[in-house]
T-cell receptor, first 113, second 116 residues
């Protein structure tokens, strides 16, 4: 069965610094990969997704992620974080012919002023 | 409405009570998902509908959990004889098509259930 691991429960970065959130997945075939963000009191919002093609995908709010098949990873990056990026970030994996997606446990991002 | 709407936003139930949680998906979305999110955890899949058909209910934790979508639009998640371990946020999401077909999930804000 597919699974998602987000190794970092909490990450703290200074405003303006670069960010990388790690995500590893487990699945035998090419997965569909997603990053969602959840701000306090709000629903999950899709940041970006990878289905096929270019392994570097661009998303909203200046985020990008790179699919690396050899490492089973789909890390999320942003060159310069803003205080408004403080939230919980979830990596998720979906599989062909299966209409559900599986979420990781999340990484909470804290921003220092 | 423009987004996925869930009600109630907050529900407090005494152990043993039955609860019903409602989800209004985005108009025209054929797929509807229920997830359970415990405190400090990621969303856990419960069940999935395509129109009125419940195609996957493998994530429902027990037979006390029941979901329906009789007309292919609004869905209700019912929990019978609630237990303290049922306390969580219940998230509903809809999609214009199955996620396997590049559909994006649009989530509601969730219904927070607290069982005393």
């Amino acid at each position: 069965a597919q699974s998602v691991t987000q190794p970092d429960i909490h990450i703290t970065v200074s405003e303006g610094a670069s960010l990388e959130l790690r995500c590893n997945y487990s699945y035998g075939a090419t997965p569909y990969l997603f990053w969602y963000v959840q701000s306090p009191g709000q629903g999950l919002q899709l940041l970006l997704k990878y289905f096929s093609g270019d392994t570097l995908v661009q998303g909203i709010k200046g985020f990008e992620a790179e699919f690396k098949r050899s490492q089973s990873s789909f890390n999320l990056r942003k060159p310069s974080v803003h205080w408004s990026d403080a939230a919980e970030y979830f990596c998720a994996v979906g599989v062909l012919r299966d209409d559900k997606i599986i979420f990781g446990k999340g990484t909470r991002l804290h921003i220092l002023p | 409405g423009a987004g996925v709407s869930q009600s109630p936003r907050y529900k407090v139930a005494k152990r043993g009570q039955d609860v019903a949680l409602r989800c209004d998906p985005i108009s025209g979305h054929v797929s509807l998902f229920w997830y359970q999110q415990a405190l400090g955890q990621g969303p856990e899949f419960l069940t999935y509908f395509q129109n009125e058909a419940q195609l996957d209910k493998s994530g429902l934790p027990s037979d006390r959990f029941f979901a329906e979508r009789p007309e292919g639009s609004v869905s209700t998640l019912k929990i019978q004889r609630t237990q303290q371990e049922d306390s969580a946020v219940y998230l509903c999401a809809s999609s214009s098509q199955g996620t396997g077909n590049t559909g994006e999930l649009f989530f509601g804000e969730g219904s927070r259930l607290t069982v005393l």
